[in-house]
C-alpha cells in the first residue's frame, strides 16, 4: 500500500464512521467516493486490493467495512498523544472534539512555563516539560504535537525523541525532519503543517492558476 | 514553475526575511538549503531558473533576493485574510503572531453566533456572516480560513464563494472540493488541513514503516 492509498483508507474509515453513526447499513462504492473526494472506481480498486468484496445490489455492510479497515489502520491500539506548548494554538487543540470519533485521546500538555502548568482550566493534566520521560512512558504516548514557538521548536523535539516519541505532528513554523540513521532508515514519523505557509501557497496559486 | 518549486520558494522567502530580521547581509545556498530542508544543488538550480547569480565568493545578498523572491510571489499585493468560526481555533489563529513576517494581515472573524461576535476580546472586529459580502469587499478579501464545526462548514464554504473569495484554507474535518466550471477549469484554491486525519497517518506510518 502506497502512502496515497493510506490517505483515502484512513478518508474511507472516517466516512464510514460518520455513516455508521447516523444509523447507515449500507455504502456504496459512489457514497464513499464522495466523501473521499475520489472516484468510486478507485473506491473499487483499493477494496479490491484489500480482497473486500461487495454485494452486486446492496453495497458494503458498513459494519465489517469498519471492522476490516480499523484492523487495517491499527485501530485496536491506543492512541494517546500529548501537546507540548499550551499557548492559545495548544490548549484549542486540547478542547478539540474532532479526535474523539478517530479514537485519538490527547491525554496530558506541557510547557516550560510554571504559570501555565499550574493553572487548573485544562481538559487534561498539563505537566512541566522536564517530566515528558515519566509521564510518556506511564501513558504509553507514541505521538507528540509541537505548538511551542519557532525559536523553541528544534529543542523541544530532540526532548520528545529522547523520551520515547518517535511520531511528531508539528506546527511551529521550523520545518523538523526525521533523523535517518547510518543504514539510512528513518526512525521518526514527522508531519509539518506550516500555516503561513499554506496561506502563502493559497496566495500565490489565487494569482497564478497556471501553477498547480 | 511546478507547485514543488514553489513551495521551496516560498520557504527560502521566509528563511531569507528571518535572517534580514537578525542583521545578516548575505547568505550561501547551503544555508539557505538547511532552512528548506533540500539540498544545495537545489537551491542553486531554483536561483539558476529563475535567472538568480550568486557572487562566487560572497554568497547571494539577502535584500536582493528578499526583492527578487517577494515579486515572483506577488508580496507587492496586500495579503488580507478572515477567519470564518471564531471558536477556540479560530481565535487562536487571530492571535498567533507567525502570520507577521510574511505579510499576511488576519482583518476580520465572523461567526453566526451573536454571543461570539458581540464580545470585545478579540484582536480584530469580528461580525456576523451575514455582513461576509459587504466587509469582504471593504477589505480587500482574498482568502478565508475555515475554523468552524463539521455540520455548517460545507454551508460556510459556499457563502465565502458567494461573497467572492476564492482561496479557502480549511481546518474543518469535511474535505472541500474546488468548483471545477464546463470547460474544466477551477475557480478556486481550497487547501484542507485534517487535524485528525494528519494524526491517524502518523499512528499508522510508526505502526508499519515499510509504508511513506
Known sequence: MNSEMLVRITRYYRALNRLRAIGLEKVFAHNLADAAGVSAAIVRKDFSQLGIRGQKRGGYEI???????????????????????????????????????????????????????????????????????????????????????????????????????????????????????????RSDVIHNINIALELEQIFYELKFPAIK
Chains 1, 2 share one sequence.
Open 63 to 185: 459494519g465489517d467495512l469498519v471492522d476490516r479497515l480499523g484492523a487495517i489502520l491499527g485501530k485496536g491500539d491506543p492512541q494517546n498523544v500529548i501537546i507540548v506548548g499550551c499557548g492559545r494554538i495548544g490548549k484549542a487543540l486540547m478542547h478539540y472534539s474532532g479526535f474523539e470519533p478517530d479514537g485519538i485521546r490527547i491525554v496530558a500538555g506541557f510547557d516550560t512555563d510554571p504559570v501555565v502548568y499550574s493553572e487548573v482550566s485544562y481538559p487534561v493534566p498539563v505537566y512541566p516539560i522536564s517530566r515528558l520521560g515519566e509521564i510518556v512512558g506511564a501513558l504509553d504516548v507514541k505521538v507528540a504535537i509541537i505548538t511551542v514557538p519557532e525559536a523553541s521548536a528544534a529543542d523541544v523535539a530532540e526532548r520528545i525523541r529522547e523520551a520515547g516519541i518517535h511520531g511528531i505532528l508539528n506546527f511551529s513554523p521550523i520545518t523538523l525532519k526525521p533523523h535517518v540513521g547510518e543504514d539510512g532508515t
